[in-house]
């Protein structure tokens, strides 16, 4: 068959595929098909949430093979392959950046190369260069302040001298093992430019890592392992943890939603060889795929605006449009920061919001190019919060109290669900807490993802740097609106229903103390396991690179 016949009618058939998926699940949520339910509707249990227990029991389970998997790997690693590591820095905590650095300094892996691009080079960025002088000697060191950078020309630049300033930077790359270089301020996909672009083909592998990431001695040869393993891996991505997951409430609970979403959502898309995202924190490439499509990553345009956000994401895309698979591997581990503050997180998971929908709508031209569980979760969990905020505003507005209060209570049952099995798959108690971050998710992160749709091609970091932190209050604007909408609709609903029958009375005094004790429980159990914690020395890490 020809390649090009063969091609339209995959593309065909996926896009088939990913309408009969969405016309399932709407259908199902439209219909209200119910299997079984009690006198008057009070409980039921109905099509639509049996296909999203299903969903998550399927991903549950190939999730659960992916780490049987990763456990058996344990081939050799050939050490004659070439790796960089290249570190995007930003106005950063000075103890974050040492921390990182000691670690990298640890790891594993003989004749590691080492660049650091710092987005900045005004007198308040020269810190960095010192601490990393200090922390990686000058004998294999070498670093330059430069006026500009690969796409913009600094203050009294010349010709000449930008000239002189791009050979010279790539000079000192290729020829030192450790090099820092300080650029005109541009982004951190300038940063990442910078370092790709000077490495050019001198190396085999590139990894990335931000310079707030604390990385384990084996992350590089356990991710170098999965490419040696199979030619058809373009990148994997390792198991990020939090760094100071005990320093507040918001990091605590960020810790456990981290470990969900590497060690279940991605280890089930690594099954089928296609995750999605792999994260900065800790990433490889390989550099030949890497180099083929640098300056269309670079480029990215979207709906006539440059993109300077998602950069990750973005470059997973780029490996998966070519079809390429990438993976992932629990056994890369690395520590990573995390907001601890309401507000910095949630302008965090704005940003994120934003690179996953404009990404989603760039992945679904590839589908094609590889297996339907990508098709099927990107169509899953692209939609699944419009359902979910439809859901939430026609109870608030046209249920009843009881439905308000039942919908309360399954989302708090599938969390305990969900937590139970990662209690399971992980092995530590902590995880229970996971059932906690449902409320996070329905009172912040579910406004967020819309008011990220509509403010999609507003730029920058989106976080400010860690050495000064930058408060902005703009992220709390849909939030607020979200809350006063669902207040209107309890008052709403309260105000217009009828008096209460003695069966409706005795479910809602019955739900109101069962949701009661969860909180409770839950609760009590933070306060006793987690809040004593708070602001000690990270013992809670166990991992032993925790210690640099």
Known sequence: MPVSLSTALRVVGTSLFALAVLGGILAAYVTGYQFIHTEKHYLSFGLYGAILGLHLFIQSLFAFLEHRRMRGEGRPVRLGRSVALCIAAYQEDPDYLKKCLRSVKRIAFPDLKVVMV???NGPDDTYMLDIFHDVMGSEHSGSYVWRSNFHAWGEGETEAGLREGLAHVQALVRSTTYSCILQKWGGKREVMYTAFRALGDSVDYIQVCDSDTVLDPACTAEMLRILEADPRVGGVGGDVQILNKYDSWISFLSSVRYWMAFNVERACQSYFGCVQCISGPLGMYRNALLQQFLEDWYHQTFLGSKCSFGDDRHLTNRVLS????????ARSKCLTETPTRYLRWLNQQTRWSKSYFREWLYNALWFH????????ESVVTGF????????VIQLFYRGRIWNILLFLLTVQLVGIIKATYA???RGNAEMIFM????????SSLLPAKVFAIATINKSGWGTSGRRTIVVNFVGLLPVSVWVAVLLGGLAYTAYSQDLFSETEVAFLVSGAILYACYWVALLTLYL??????CGKRQEQCGLAFAEV
Not at 322 to 329: D, E
Not at 384 to 391: D, R, S
Not at 435 to 442: D, E, T
Request: proline content about 2%.
């Open 322 to 329: 070519l079809g390429y698979q990438t993976k992932y591997t």
């Open 118 to 120: 710092v987005d900045g």
């Open 435 to 442: 059932s906690l971050y449902a409320l996070l998710y329905m």
């Open 528 to 533: 006793a396991i987690v809040a004593r914690r």
């Open 423 to 425: 209690c399971f798959l």
């Open 369 to 376: 190019k590889h297996h339907l569980w990508m098709t099927y």
């Open 384 to 391: 699944f919060p419009f359902f979910l905020i439809a859901t």
